[in-house]
């Protein structure tokens, strides 16, 4: 559980990034942050994982304030997956890289667990150990990072437009993962995404920000099809959304093509036109 | 116009080929989409139309390119890079000014452009990307988003006939990148500069791109006008080429009414397929 109570953050010399920002995700919650970019998302995200400290107001992870509270601890219960895998990666191994976030973080546990874990960890994720990151791909490279953020077990995940310069697979490979632990494990994610797609595919709750400032807070669907809002953020809605909004007469209830053409074939069943 | 002919690349210390056999004609003023999973050639692919392959980056060369009928290998860099306008994937690598104006003055006085002439193209490009504001800004105190809107008006301040972009809105946001595709289209309609466009971002790719080249293996799979290409869309996701929504709809549908539907690639188009089919 993370709680922001009127969080309000300025970088120095420049007006505030993130003003007066109160919610609560539960345990198990998948959430999405969305906004332009200058939106004050980074920041919150940042603000959650206590690596930048509220100017005003308070963030607890479960009960801990951020301030008051040491990084090992933090980093024991939230993990941080950002956009570029190279600003995390540091070892020359995967399996040395896998350690490392072990080491740091759950080191009390002795090395023999931590061994065992990483093993446990490398053939969930299909690498032998043995491959340097930086001579994979950019998708593996954040496959990578992403491994060794869920070989911790955090409570928390949270996701820094984690598919940017990634390509379909490897995007899907990637949320499939965060799918499951959300799933599996009841970790709480929340992700920044400029991709509304996959928004809408992983997501179920949407915090949406402009100016610093959280203008609206529900399940996704419903934001996606609230028109002024996605207008007032700079917010283009997924294709199948903007569609049936288009169409209306029902049809706004479809948010995936089978879900549309359904929608489309049942109303010639009614004695539509034909083909 | 860009011509490839047989053209096979492998780069030295490699073995397998980054490239292989490819065959590819851009006429004057086309707007080429290029899509492809992640290590399929496309960075590659622009390298060979800039002339850093073969002249930076060595290795066995088969084949030809032509850029406005100039045998790239026999061609300078420096007389390449007056034809064809290059903006990198990793915008880091590209920038190499304090200042943001500083950036788009380092191409122009390169290219010698008359004094008296730099300031208008100045302004014209940072306008046009809608980044006047940041004229004096310092690079370091941008974002990320802005540093790839700043190499974008360093290159069309040169004015360049064709232009290429290796995934050049990664780190937009949607209504950032849907501006850059329409200055691309614009300075492609209006100007006839031809676009080479590398892109993941596939809806907005397929809105804008009049014809779109599928990379995979090092091989092109499948070249021809974008709605003809998309009437592939298996063939394509096989690949782990992700296809528009509304282009899943279409095909969808002439499967449940049994009738071939018009291949959708923006909202209007399935808008009007649905109205018609619901009568």
Wanted: hydrophobic fraction near 40%; glycine fraction near 10%.
């Amino acid at each position: 559980m993370i709680t922001l109570e009127n969080v309000s953050f300025a970088y120095a010399d420049q007006g505030p990034s993130v003003q007066d920002v109160s919610f609560r995700l539960e345990k198990g919650e998948f959430a999405a942050i969305l906004g332009a970019n200058g939106a004050g998302k980074t920041t919150t995200v940042r603000l959650m994982d206590g690596l930048l400290k509220p100017t005003s107001g308070r963030v607890l992870i479960n009960d801990m304030d951020t301030v008051k509270s040491q990084v090992s601890e933090r980093a024991r219960k939230v993990g941080f997956l950002f956009q570029n895998p190279d600003r995390q990666i540091c070892k020359n191994t995967v399996r040395e890289e896998i350690l490392f976030g072990l080491r740091t973080v759950r080191g009390d546990e002795g090395e023999e667990a931590l061994q065992a874990r990483t093993d446990e960890v490398l053939k969930d994720f299909h690498f032998t150990g043995d491959e340097e990151p930086f001579s994979l791909s950019r998708g593996q490279r954040q496959r990578v990072a992403l491994a060794s953020i869920l070989a911790v077990e955090p409570e928390i995940l949270i996701l820094d437009e984690p598919t940017t310069g990634l390509d379909y697979l490897e995007c899907c490979h990637i949320m499939d993962r965060i799918r499951k632990m959300n799933e599996e494990k009841q970790v709480t994610v929340i992700m920044v995404c400029h991709d509304m797609e996959v928004v809408l595919d992983y997501a179920r709750r949407a915090l949406v920000m402009a100016g610093g400032r959280l203008l609206a807070d529900g399940p996704v669907k419903e934001i996606f099809r609230n028109t002024e809002l996605m207008e007032k953020a700079s917010i283009l809605p997924p294709q199948m959304i903007g569609l049936g909004l288009r169409l209306g007469d029902g049809f706004e209830n479809a948010d995936t093509p089978e879900g549309m053409a359904e929608a489309v074939m049942a109303r010639r069943g009614k004695g539509g036109a034909g083909a | 116009m860009i011509c490839f002919k047989d053209l096979s690349f492998t780069y030295k210390g490699e073995k397998a080929p980054a490239l292989s056999e490819i065959n590819l004609t851009v006429e004057d003023g086309g707007f080429l989409g290029i899509i492809g999973p992640a290590g399929a050639g496309k960075t590659t692919l622009a390298r060979a139309i800039t002339g850093m392959i073969p002249h930076h980056y060595t290795g066995d060369f088969y084949g030809s390119v032509a850029v406005n009928g100039l045998d790239t290998v026999d061609t300078s860099i420096d007389e390449i890079s007056r034809m064809v306008g290059m903006v990198f994937q990793d915008v880091e690598s590209q920038i190499i000014s304090p200042l943001v104006e500083d950036e788009i003055l380092y191409g122009l006085e390169n290219f010698g452009v008359p004094r008296e002439e730099i300031p208008q193209r100045m302004a014209e490009a940072l306008q046009k990307v809608g980044i006047a504001d940041l004229q004096e800004r310092s690079i370091a105190s941008l974002s990320g988003g802005q540093r790839q809107k700043v190499a974008i008006a360093s290159i069309i301040a040169l004015k360049p006939q064709v232009l290429v972009l290796d995934e050049p809105t990664g780190e937009l946001d949607p209504r950032s990148s849907r501006q850059i595709f329409s200055l691309l289209k614009e300075l492609n309609e209006e100007q006839g500069i031809t676009v080479i466009l590398i892109e993941q971002k596939i809806m907005l790719l397929c809105e804008f791109a009049k014809q779109l080249a599928v990379v995979s293996g090092g091989k092109i799979i499948r070249q021809g006008n974008t709605r003809d290409v998309l009437a592939h869309a298996d063939e394509l996701q096989a690949l782990g080429v992700n296809c528009p929504r509304v282009t899943t709809l279409s095909r969808m549908l002439s499967e449940k009414t049994g009738a071939a539907q018009p291949v959708c690639i923006n909202l209007e188009e399935a808008e009007k397929m649905v109205r018609r089919l619901i009568g």
